[in-house]
């Protein structure tokens, strides 16, 4: 099993001792409670989660980095007091792909998927897309199949409907999102500690399959933003 209890205890005490001297006199717990235990999970969850979502990169770049980056936060604490895995897509290497995200801190288990912020040309293709038929319709069914799973739908921003679009379509709430990602979170149960924690972590993925095939398609064929490539 990746995880166990003394994964938990090193995170409580980094939450407790967020400084560089007490990191660099803990690092061999560090490696050995939370860097290899998040390695070995990578290896337990790489199969089952290729075979829910075939297109999505697995390897040991998706865990996430221990250190924070504070140059714009008033927060200075130099360390992350969670684990973090990032899953994206092999196809978004030039542009905003959705992916899946999982979290574990001491508290608890978080899930995400989703994109959690468009690109302007592709804002507006999402907007068509959820207003238009026959789109407009499989939007809402992979959004109630994610709802029935109990995840929660966030990323939105904006306080007014855009000009253009009805503001009584069935999925004019979504206009005004930024960005559309879903999300659950678990209290810890003795699942974490636990062989069969990984293939539990994607079967709570499986009612968000549809959510993130359908995001995928949008930005597979929704327009590129070309800014990036040009020069001023």
């Given at each position: 099993?990746?995880f ?53 990169k697995?390897?040991?770049r ?10 714009f ?5 130099p ?19 959705p ?22 040309p592709l ?78 972590i ?15 398609e ?15």
């Amino acid at each position: 099993m990746p995880f166990s209890p003394a994964t938990l205890r090193f995170l409580r005490s980094l939450k407790r001792n967020n400084d560089r001297s007490w990191f660099e006199k803990n690092r061999e717990k560090y490696e050995r409670d939370l860097r290899g235990p998040a390695r070995e999970f990578i290896d337990e969850i790489k199969h089952p989660l290729l075979e829910l979502f075939p297109t999505l990169k697995v390897d040991y770049r998706c865990v996430g980095r221990i250190h924070r980056d504070t140059r714009f936060s008033a927060d200075k604490k130099p360390y992350k007091d969670y684990m973090s895995f990032m899953f994206r897509d092999h196809a978004g290497k030039d542009d905003v792909f959705p992916s899946i995200y999982i979290g574990v801190d001491s508290t608890g288990v978080a899930l995400g998927c989703g994109m959690y912020q468009f690109s302007k040309p592709l804002r507006e293709y999402f907007r068509d897309r959820v207003t238009t038929s026959p789109t407009d319709a499989d939007f809402s069914r992979v959004i109630q199949a994610a709802k029935n799973g109990r995840f929660e739908i966030r990323g939105r921003d904006l306080k007014k409907i855009p000009r253009g679009y009805d503001p009584d379509h069935k999925n004019a709430s979504f206009l005004l999102h930024n960005g559309v990602y879903i999300a659950r979170d678990y209290d810890h149960s003795e699942r974490l500690f636990s062989t069969s924690f990984p293939k539990w972590i994607v079967s709570q993925l499986t009612s968000a399959r549809p959510f993130f095939q359908w995001m995928r398609e949008t930005a597979k064929n929704g327009p590129r933003d070309l800014s990036r490539f040009l020069s001023d």
